[in-house]
């Protein structure tokens, strides 16, 4: 890494130096040579796989070229970089985006179809990378495009699961989970076998005096295993930036085996060894929202945490800059609390290892952290126990205990007179056994603590941080609102679309600056960009109904109203509301005598998601979801009146053909409870309507977007609590209809009844703690609300244009310039010129 070619050898370099392509003809060049070459195949042997293949070797090469530019640009610039430190990355594919992104996707097209191949179906052979859960990961990503365009010098750091999110299979109408194994051939990834980062564990504390008389703490004799960095080139729209992501995977510390066991016979330990370190990185925990508290997730955690802020160091250490230039150099920002590691490591490296004294280390690291709070619910709230913490890391177990001490004496001082303070906002839980409360000390160790969305960010601060706003101030806490990137979710994912915009925008300057969408509102009453606006959105609708037939085996009408609820699978995103809103809708047409029936609202309920694999009531609901759909699909009397689709194995890659398609899409969670959401931006961006809770960042789009254009309903945040209360004490008011949905499932009208009970008694019997039974009627109400108001064809055209030129705001990289100004304090590098020689 350190060797460079010297001065009189440059030149011969930089005349053999690698050429990008830039006509279809050179792209085919790259492409024959990779498949002939890199993949030994020939024009007898390419099927559509090794033309993927060599098509997105190609494209990796051009990647690379600008990547290392870009490094080597950014490392000239001397500039503060951003590390995003992010335990989940789902970036879906990457052919398509690197196409689009460095704008060949044109030339491309011609190369393949010279060579005998059709775009679509080559996109279609790459594998998803899922290493990720839902929204936070998916989040992330955005955030990575957003950063590269932007042209900010930033960096991801993450795990290289060799499992990502499981493959969801529905077998008779239970979820069943099969292993993603997913990087037989991976092309995107660049193994860095000379970046590795020796990671300890376990171990003995040891306190020495040095010869002047300075006390030092060593952390010794414990189990080291390897962290090899993995990288992957992000490539920004429109720019020759090209960021990177690094993902660390573990291996033993000795190579293949451990000489020593190897050599003393113990053959099948050193094996054993080898195996318990490449655990570290094997598979991503398929939890979204839940802390398990598992010691293997804290291994991960460590891992990760001490790799990435060993290369952090070892990069602002080359800049031979003085430790308080640190935090000028450097901005971390903490995707959840997953990585709060990374504060007390910090300081074991600033103190133990370079020699600091406390207070500047504490004081470098403040300004180093910032910390992104995604939820509220108190089960997704990380609690690590003492022992476990003790055992793996002890070292970092005493930091964390001299950060409580400081940070509790400082509480004592200035808040004397509250006695309950001390234990309420202690890093301790006082608890059997004691537990470490990961989110405080993430606010503690962070300067800037934001939420995602204008509610919650409102709510952590009333809720779980409120004694941390008395203590730090309301100025600690900032909110910046989550945005997607529009290159992915509407130029990638809707073409079509994006084009009809350019057509009218005058060019795609829009894909940079999403506000300019606003001047789409001129084009209202225009008689042909309404035809050409409502017929695409008919085709993706028609596009969806050729994958749901083929996918599920289900014929459905493209001309139905398409409401789709696709998401992660939770209680409190309350997809049992919706499924129970649907049989509602069944009994209703059932009842109707048929001529009524014809003039019924026809419509497609479509359902998507993960169930975590222990998580017993969201399978509950998936085996209900696929139970409705059985008896529903199959009743001759209600025909297209209403069909029932659960899509199988929800991921980001069908997600950009399921979101164009929308007319209606739901974000119906219990008030309060989801921190933002993102795919409610991506169906409005894409002319579809939602049916919400004022809940997350439905608040926003409602402001942006306008009353009259979003379906609003139920409970707000604020009579959660007392509602909660009410049906303890006074017991539940469920509606008639809500009742009778209840009576047809025990009556087993969607077969064994016994299957069901734990989710109707969850409600009926458990407290209803998601409000299912207070929000049902103004739910079901809402719902003919939409019936009527899509009978009327020419207002929702208006409506779903009106949407479309409001979303500017929702662009993540609005987000990411309110990261960089309130919390990074960053600029952009300008990106490096391209060599005149063309290459
Ligand atoms: C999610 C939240 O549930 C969403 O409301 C939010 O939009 C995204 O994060 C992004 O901020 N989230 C998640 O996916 N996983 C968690 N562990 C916590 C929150």
């Known amino acids: 890494v350190e060797a460079s070619v010297p001065e009189p050898q440059r030149e ?9 392509f830039n006509t ?14 890199t993949l030994a195949r020939s024009l007898y042997n390419v099927d559509e796989s090794g033309a993927y293949a060599g098509t997105a070797l190609a494209f990796r090469d051009r990647l690379v070229i600008e990547w290392n530019r870009t490094q080597q640009n950014q490392t000239s610039a001397d500039q503060k970089r951003v590390y995003y430190l992010s335990l989940e990355f789902l970036m879906g594919r990457a052919l398509d985006n690197a196409m689009l992104n460095v704008g060949m996707k044109d030339v491309a097209r011609k190369g ?54 499981f493959r969801q299979e529905i077998v008779n109408g239970y979820q069943m989970e099969v292993p993603d194994y997913w990087l037989e051939f991976n092309p995107w990834e660049f193994p860095r076998h000379d970046v590795t980062v020796d990671v300890q564990f376990y171990g003995t504390i040891r306190k020495y005096m040095d010869d002047s008389g300075k006390q030092h703490t060593a952390w010794e004799n414990g189990e080291i295993v390897t962290a090899v960095a993995y990288d992957a080139p992000i490539p920004g729209y429109g720019t020759t930036t090209t960021n990177n992501l690094r993902l660390w995977s573990s291996k033993a510390s000795h190579g293949e085996f451990d000489f020593t066991k190897f050599n003393s016979g113990e053959y ?7 195996q318990r370190a490449e655990t570290i990185s094997a598979v991503l925990y398929p939890n979204d929202s839940l802390d398990r508290g598992k010691e293997l997730r804290l291994k991960q955690q460590y891992f990760w945490c001490a790799a990435s802020l060993f290369d952090i160091v070892r990069r602002f250490k080359k800049s031979k800059k003085a430790w308080s230039d640190f935090p000028n150099q450097v901005a971390i920002q903490l995707n959840d609390t997953h990585p709060t590691l990374a504060i007390p490591e910090l300081l074991r490296i600033l103190i133990d290892i370079e020699g600091l004294e406390w207070d500047e280390a504490w004081s470098i690291v403040q300004k180093t952290f910032s910390y992104t709070n995604h939820t509220v619910l108190p089960e997704a709230l990380e609690k690590w126990s003492v022992p476990l913490v003790q055992n793996l890391l002890p070292r970092h177990l005493q930091i964390i205990y001299d950060i409580n001490l400081q940070f509790l004496q400082f509480v004592e001082r200035n808040f004397p007179k509250d006695r309950d303070m001390l ?9 059997q056994p004691k537990m470490v409360r990961m989110a405080y000390l993430a606010v503690i160790g962070s300067h800037k603590v934001n939420g995602v969305a204008e509610l919650h960010s409102d709510l952590i601060k009333t809720t779980i941080f409120k004694d941390f706003v008395k203590i730090h101030g309301p100025d600690k806490f900032t909110n910046v609102t989550n945005g997607i990137t529009p290159r992915r979710w509407l130029h990638q994912a809707n073409f079509r679309l994006s084009e009809l915009i350019a057509s009218k925008l005058g060019g795609y300057d829009y894909l940079n600056d999403l506000t300019l969408l606003h001047k789409l509102e001129n084009y209202v009453d225009d008689k042909d960009f309404r035809k050409e606006f409502q017929d695409i959105k008919y085709a993706n609708k028609l596009r969806l109904a050729r994958y749901i037939k083929e996918a599920q085996g289900i014929t459905v009408n493209p001309a139905s109203l398409f409401d789709i609820q696709v998401k992660r699978i939770h209680e409190y995103k309350r997809q049992q509301l919706n499924i129970f809103g649907v049989i509602h809708r069944y009994l209703e047409l059932k009842e109707m005598s048929p001529a009524d029936r014809k003039k019924a609202q026809p419509r497609v309920s479509i359902f998507g998601g993960k169930a975590a694999p ?91 977007v306008g009353e009259d254009n979003i379906f609003l309903f139920g409970n707000l945040s604020e009579d959660v609590e007392d509602l909660r209360h009410a049906h303890y004490y006074s017991g539940l008011n469920i509606d008639p ?46 719902q ?15 409506k779903t244009i009106t949407v479309v030129a409001r979303m500017g705001f929702f662009s993540s990289d609005r987000c990411i310039e309110e990261y960089a100004q309130e919390i990074w304090n960053t600029e952009p590098v300008v990106p490096p010129a391209k060599p005149q020689n063309g290459a």
């Open 12 to 20: 011969a370099w930089r005349k053999h130096s690698a050429r990008e």
């Open 423 to 431: 234990s309420r906002v202690s890093i301790i839980e006082e608890s």
């Open 268 to 274: 099948e330990a050193s094996v054993a060894d080898t």
């Open 112 to 165: 393949l179809d010279e060579l005998g191949f059709r775009m679509e179906d080559i996109i279609d052979q790459e594998r998803d990378a899922a290493l990720g859960n839902g929204g936070l990961g998916r989040l992330a990503a955005c955030f990575l495009d957003s950063l590269a365009t932007l042209n900010y010098p930033a960096w991801g750091y993450g795990l290289r699961y060799r499992y990502g999110i």
């Open 737 to 782: 209809s809500l009742q009778r949905v209840f009576d047809e499932i025990r009556n087993g009208m969607f077969g064994d009844a016994g299957q069901f009970s734990s989710l109707v008694n969850s409600i009926t019997d458990h407290g209803d703690y998601y409000l299912v039974s207070d929000d049902f009627k103004s739910y079901v109400e809402t």
């Open 614 to 704: 222990g998580y017993w009531m969201a399978k509950t609901i998936i085996h209900l979801i696929n139970q409705v759909s059985e008896v529903v699909n199959n009743d001759k009397d209600i025909g297209d009146a209403l069909k029932v689709v659960f899509l199988e194995d929800y991921n980001v890659s069908k997600a950009e053909i399921i979101v164009p398609a929308s007319d209606i899409s739901e974000h119906i969670s219990t008030a309060g409870t989801e921190a933002s959401g993102t795919s409610n931006m991506k169906f409005v961006l894409n002319g579809g309507l939602i049916i919400g809770t004022c809940d997350g960042a439905n608040i926003e789009i409602t402001r942006e």
């Open 784 to 798: 003919k609300l939409i019936d009527e108001a899509y009978k009327n064809q020419e207002e929702w055209l208006t």
């Open 24 to 37: 279809s003809d050179q792209f085919e060049d790259a492409v024959v040579r990779h498949i002939e070459t």
